[in-house]
């Protein structure tokens, strides 16, 4: 097996080693919905997750156990390992959907995974029928997915420092808080797990209720997206609660070093980063492009305030990854067709920012492509022997390569080019182009704003298709391609 795959038995046995670990605190997480179950009397529940918790603490252990050898691996392995544990714990996470009977066992691991990958999207139809602790399971596995399983593993185990350099870089992540990648992973789920409360305590001022405040700071602060009701917090009809959400979605989109920055007192920092800038000037745009739309074509009875509302919450949420909405599906359908649903595609498109619990592009790729056009523009106006530096302040001034654009570049056209083939893909069942073009950007982005085209009642290609989506979205492409490169050259070696 070692050989087919092209990594070495000690570092089989390493990932081997390493999975136990999340398995076992896969586990563990979920006595949490366990406990909700018993305060509020769900004894239907119990079993299913108990049952899961068991079958992964016990899997994990005995992997733990069987493959103690922690050696060296390659950057390969690692990325290998990432992509994969991530479907792991999602099929593991959709098994209390499938158990308790609510789902098929596709729906399940759509529910799932679209839980971990922060995405948003749901197969349950009435969000507002389902117990508490399964809901409850539905947010947590949004908060998990957001701080990143990676992160969250090398944050509280000690292994050999290249693995956690290796695994840390696998999980498409490169912006480091301190030299220690191990103590940044540790400073991170400090930073996280605060904002979480801060989270629950503004909602909960805000007016909504502690259950309720509980969920939607868990889901809110991931940039997942996931509610307990149909309407999501339209529900409230709630301008307070909305203005609290918008804030923890801007901190949950926000790159988490230039939050530590900002903790330790360089408040200026945050105004002058560049993917700060990025997102204001994105913001401002669209919420004025959308409210003159919304406001011409007569939409909400020609209400500004109302109009102005709805398109600063809806813009909020997707260049947040989030995927909260207010605004209705039958309005995004009718009234927001056209202009607005083109500029929310463009918002996901683009996505969060980097080192965020938020996907898409980011920011600071769209920053650099922009700047690179002003670059070459001045290059040619310039004398050819002038010297000329390239450089943006991102937390810190930094030298711009040719490199680092390269790989900008790159990473950019790959990622259209799988949204262009999903979109072709997609449109093979549904003819429908705007809302493909919609709920794909959507899909990618780890976002979850919908036009209702994605339903239990979809083809079961074009839900694997959105889950493709969602898993390379999460990972910002690289380990999945190469993950999926390997098993496919594989398969077609047997």
């Not at 098994?95 to 839980?115: A, K, Q, R, V």
């Not at 509980?214 to 009809?237: E, I, P, Q, R, V």
């Not at 650099?368 to 670059?375: A, F, G, H, I």
């Not at 262009?420 to 182009?433: A, D, G, P, Q, R």
Request: with cysteine.
């Amino acid at each position: 097996m070692h050989r087919a795959l092209n990594f070495t038995r000690r570092e089989l046995y390493s990932i081997f080693h390493y999975t136990g670990w999340v398995l076992i605190f896969l586990g563990i997480a979920l006595f949490i919905p366990i406990i909700i179950a018993l305060i509020y009397a769900e004894m239907e529940y119990l079993a299913p997750f108990l049952f899961t918790s068991l079958i992964s603490i016990s899997g994990g252990y005995l992997l733990y156990k069987k493959f103690q050898d922690k050696k060296e691996i390659s950057l390969k392995a690692a990325m290998v390992f990432s992509a994969g544990i991530w479907l792991l714990v999602s099929f593991l996470g959709a098994l209390p959907f499938y158990l308790c009977g609510e789902l098929s066992f596709l729906d399940s691991y759509f529910e799932s995974i679209s839980g971990f990958t922060t995405t948003g999207f749901s197969m349950i139809l009435d969000l507002e029928s389902i117990g508490y602790s399964l809901n409850f399971w539905r947010a947590l596995t949004q908060w998990l997915g957001g701080i990143g399983i990676i992160v969250l593993l090398i944050s509280v185990l000690s292994f050999p420092s290249v693995n956690i350099v290796r695994m840390y870089r696998a999980e498409a992540r490169e912006e480091k808080i301190v030299p220690s990648i191990r103590h940044t992973a540790r400073i991170i789920f400090y930073i996280y797990f605060s904002f979480t409360i801060f989270a629950f305590l503004l909602y909960f001022l805000a007016g909504m209720p502690l259950y309720d405040s509980l969920f939607h700071a868990l889901t809110t602060l991931s940039t997942g997206g996931f509610s307990m009701y149909n309407d999501s917090l339209a529900h409230y009809n709630n301008l307070g609660i909305e203005l609290a959400a918008m804030v923890i979605m801007l901190i949950g989109s926000t790159n988490y070093v230039l939050h530590y920055t900002v903790l330790k007192g360089k408040w200026k920092e945050y105004f002058k980063d560049i993917e700060t800038k990025m997102l204001f000037l994105l913001l401002i745009l669209t919420i004025i492009l959308i409210t003159l739309m919304l406001y011409v074509t007569g939409s909400y009875g020609g209400n500004l305030a109302l109009i102005t509302r709805y398109s600063f919450f809806q813009s909020v949420s997707a260049i947040s990854t989030t995927g909260l909405q207010t605004a209705a599906v039958n309005d995004i359908l009718t009234q927001w067709v056209g202009l607005g649903t083109f500029l929310i595609t463009l918002l996901m498109i683009i996505g969060a920012g980097s080192y965020s619990t938020g996907g898409g592009i980011k920011w600071i790729r769209i920053a650099l492509s922009l700047k690179n056009v002003w670059w070459e523009i001045r290059n040619l106006l310039l004398p050819s022997k002038a010297i000329t530096t390239r450089k943006i302040h991102h937390v810190k001034d930094i030298n711009i390569t040719d490199d680092f654009l390269r790989s900008v570049s790159i990473f950019i056209f790959v990622y259209i080019s799988i949204y262009i083939i999903s979109v072709i893909l997609v449109m093979l069942f549904y003819h429908n182009i705007p809302m493909v073009i919609f709920e794909v950007a959507s899909a990618l982005g780890n976002v979850g704003l919908s036009s209702g085209l994605m339903t239990p009642n979809s083809p079961a290609i074009v839900k694997i298709i959105f889950m493709i989506n969602f898993w390379i979205g999460r990972l910002e492409i690289w380990s999945v391609l190469l993950f999926l490169s390997i098993l496919f050259r594989n398969i077609i070696r047997k």
